[in-house]
């Protein structure tokens, strides 16, 4: 059953996401991105790979990848089909060893084999999109350009009436007029981790959940 209209105003879905940032703030304070990495580039290319693949997965692939792949040159001189087998277990692996290669290639000729540090330069290269360029300045730069908005924080949001949207810009850009620019990379992380331990998406845990006085989600809470 959907949520009334009304509930899903923007000051009603304004006060439930102070709510739930303030509860997710005590729940999960030192809650970060779970994609192991040392440098920007390593977690570029791990959040291209998570794609469609969970983070232990790609935390696996990454292990050996890591070691064999350590700069931007290397990942533009790989032989294709070489680094489509290691990183197969990710899936869609044809797409993401090619727009990775790419992306390296453009880092080496544009960028002096640095990631760029610019919404408007990350977004250019192949397979980055707003989610990725998002994971990458929040959590490898501490820039707070926008909101990480995964599946969890999909699902989440309109579970706790956080946003009546669908699409995860406009997602985004509902819970970046709700929250204050200092609290977008911490709040992403919580709010992905609480869906990764407590609302899950088959198996809800409605009833230990600290969010469920306000939660639209239907539910029975003994």
């Keep these: 059953m959907a949520p009334a209209a009304d509930s899903m105003a923007p000051a009603r879905c304004r006060e439930r996401t102070k709510k739930a940032q303030a509860f997710l703030a005590k729940a999960y304070p030192d809650a970060s991105c779970a994609l192991r990495f040392s440098n920007p580039l390593e977690l570029l290319v791990a959040t291209i790979l998570s794609a469609q693949c969970t983070d232990a997965r790609v935390n696996e692939v990454t292990k050996a990848l890591f070691a064999t792949y350590r700069t931007a040159r290397d990942y533009a001189q790989a032989k294709l ?131 469920n006085t306000f939660c639209l989600y239907p539910r029975s809470i003994p």
């Design 81 to 211: 089909e070489a680094f489509m087998q290691a990183i197969r277990p990710t899936g869609f692996y044809r797409n993401k060893a090619k727009n990775i290669v790419a992306t390296a290639k453009a880092i080496e000729a544009e960028f002096g084999g640095e990631v760029p540090r610019t919404m408007d330069e990350l977004v250019r290269l192949p397979g980055v999109a707003r989610k990725t360029a998002n994971v990458v300045l929040g959590t490898a730069f501490g820039i707070p350009d926008g909101i990480v908005v995964d599946t969890h924080v999909i699902r989440l949001s309109g579970r706790l009436g956080l946003s009546p949207a669908k699409d995860p810009v406009k997602i985004e850009r509902d819970l970046m007029q709700f929250l204050p620019r200092t609290e977008w990379i911490s709040f992403g992380h919580r709010l992905t981790t609480h869906g990764r331990v407590v609302c899950l998406a088959r198996a809800p845990k409605c009833a230990v959940c600290g969010m």
